[in-house]
């Protein structure tokens, strides 16, 4: 669908709901009070992944493009406002002029129309007067709509977070998502075993084959780029951090190519690559870098290092939901070993099978631990108990062959 589909389909929805047509953001009572709130409210976190995870899980524009296209209303305010959310991103953008999308861009996917923002929109509701029966409402639209229960709980807790600021500087006159997880269900018992596919080292293997199979449309920069961002999950990588990696990230270390990984918290870690991940991602670097090798000359060695290690056909920043939909399209492209669990592929399912592979290859859990950036060891454990058991660990073959041996008998 192209930018201006997507604007007169937003403007269809706009008479449907009886939302007004005029101004930035439907609904809303004072705009740009708001995003500069939500700016401020940004900002305070040092690390810029977190910022743009935080803004995308409220349905709010995390590109470039898009916040340019929201900029386009004649209200000097307004303007402001979205120029303090853009440096909140990091994104340097300059006011324009255009059509505007109607409600806020959000990334696209089946729960785009869920974003806390986007669903407010719909119901014709200002953000700022939302109490808990709404929030409610809307965590059981998206349970209706097949939102699993992390997700739910993480999309609550962003809500939660930035009306603990909202009503911490007055603009809300309360905290409607402060609700009590436990009765709504999001909290999953510490002994449960975790809903994400386990895959096999076979499985995995398929996976990358497909990524780098060639394909129709797809030059050699798009096929080795599908196999470095398969290659880096393998690595045990969260997608926001594989989204966040520039090309000073990657180094030598001890005589071993190396990532500077920044995590949750803005903590570093360091990820040696393994032999795969080294080839895939410098395979991809030589064909995207020599294509572009007058672009490189002319800015120099420097300022390669500042760009995103990854990078879209447009050269610009890999967001989450993108790296989410190629492992997708992908694993659905594998056919063979990957055809029951393709629909079930997430980016969580390979950090999954890092931790669960590790361990049983010998590894010890605290070099694991390290190596997937969790903050405690418990959790590391967790993951690795709460996966389903390899089936040598199981005694079911053992009474199966007992039983075909009763038979035989």
Not at 277 to 299: G, I, P
Request: aromatic share 6%; net charge positive; charged share 20%.
């Amino acid at each position: 669908m192209s930018d201006i589909e997507r604007v007169a389909d937003d403007r269809i929805d706009a008479r449907k709901t009886g939302w007004p047509l005029e101004g930035p953001w439907p609904g809303v009572a004072d705009p740009a009070g708001l995003l500069g709130e939500i700016a401020e409210w940004l900002g305070a976190y040092g690390n810029a992944g977190t910022r743009r995870t935080y803004a995308e899980g409220l349905g709010l524009p995390v590109g470039a493009a898009d916040v340019r296209e929201w900029v386009g209303h004649d209200d000097p305010a307004w303007a402001h406002a979205v120029l303090r959310y853009a440096t909140a991103l990091g994104l340097s953008l300059q006011p324009v002029s255009g059509h505007r999308r109607l409600p806020p861009p959000a990334p696209r996917g089946r729960l785009r129309h869920l974003h806390w923002f986007r669903w407010c929109a719909h119901q014709g509701l200002d953000p700022l007067r939302a109490r808990s029966t709404d929030v409610k409402t809307w965590l059981a639209q998206l349970a209706g709509e097949g939102a699993a229960v992390t997700t739910r709980d993480r999309m609550l807790a962003t809500v939660k977070a930035l009306y603990t600021h909202l009503a911490d500087v007055g603009l809300a006159s309360g905290n409607p998502a402060a609700l009590d997880r436990r009765r709504l269900g999001l909290v999953v018992a510490r002994d449960s075993t975790t809903s994400t596919v386990t895959l096999t080292i076979r499985q995995v293997q398929a996976l990358y084959a497909a990524a780098v199979a060639p394909r129709r449309g797809a030059g050699p920069v798009d096929t080795t780029r599908a196999g470095a961002v398969v290659a880096l999950f393998t690595l045990g990588l969260r997608v926001s951090e594989i989204c966040g990696l520039d090309g000073a990230d990657l180094h030598v270390t001890r005589g071993r190519r190396a990532l500077r990984v920044t995590g949750k918290g803005g903590k570093t870690r360091i990820v040696y690559l393994h032999e795969l991940a080294d080839n895939a991602l410098m395979d991809y670097l030589h064909h995207r870098d020599s294509r572009s090798t007058e672009v490189v000359r002319s800015q120099g060695q420097a300022a390669w290092r500042s760009q995103p290690l990854l990078t879209t056909r447009t050269g610009n920043r890999y967001q989450r939901q993108a790296l989410w939909q190629l492992l997708r399209r992908t694993a659905g492209s594998a056919g063979g070993t990957l055809r029951d669990v393709a629909d079930a592929m997430h980016p969580h399912a390979l950090r999954h099978f890092y931790v669960t592979t590790a361990v049983e290859a010998g590894a010890e859990m605290v070099h694991v631990q390290a190596d997937v950036g969790h903050s405690s060891l418990d959790t590391t454990e967790q993951v690795y108990n709460h996966a389903a058991r390899d089936p040598a660990r199981s005694a079911a073959d053992l009474v199966g062959r007992a039983l075909l041996a009763t038979e035989d008998a």
